[in-house]
């Protein structure tokens, strides 16, 4: 059996997209992907579990990407408008 390869907090943070402050907030939260603790400062992630993480995430189309956008300019201009 071969082991995964493991990827500390910035190098898995990089795979996702995003700042390794940000996957040390998720662990924090409970959220995020799987991770692995190795030590009481030592973290890792493995390639799959990133990919098990990003796989499980809602997709969006274009279109309901815009309309979500559009629905959220709507209600910020509305709560600017004098009643």
């Not at 500390?8 to 390794?20: E, N």
Request: aromatic share 8%; proline share 6%; with cysteine.
């Amino acid at each position: 059996m071969e082991l995964p390869e493991l990827l500390d907090t910035k190098q898995a943070a990089q795979k996702l997209g995003c700042s390794a402050s940000l996957l040390k907030r998720w662990r924090a939260d409970g959220t995020g992907p799987k991770f692995i603790q190795l030590g009481p400062h030592l973290v890792r992630y493995t390639s799959e579990d990133i990919q098990e993480y990003l796989a499980g995430l809602p997709r969006l189309s274009s279109n309901a990407e815009a309309y979500f956008a559009s629905r959220a300019l709507r209600g910020l201009a509305g709560s600017q408008s004098p009643d």
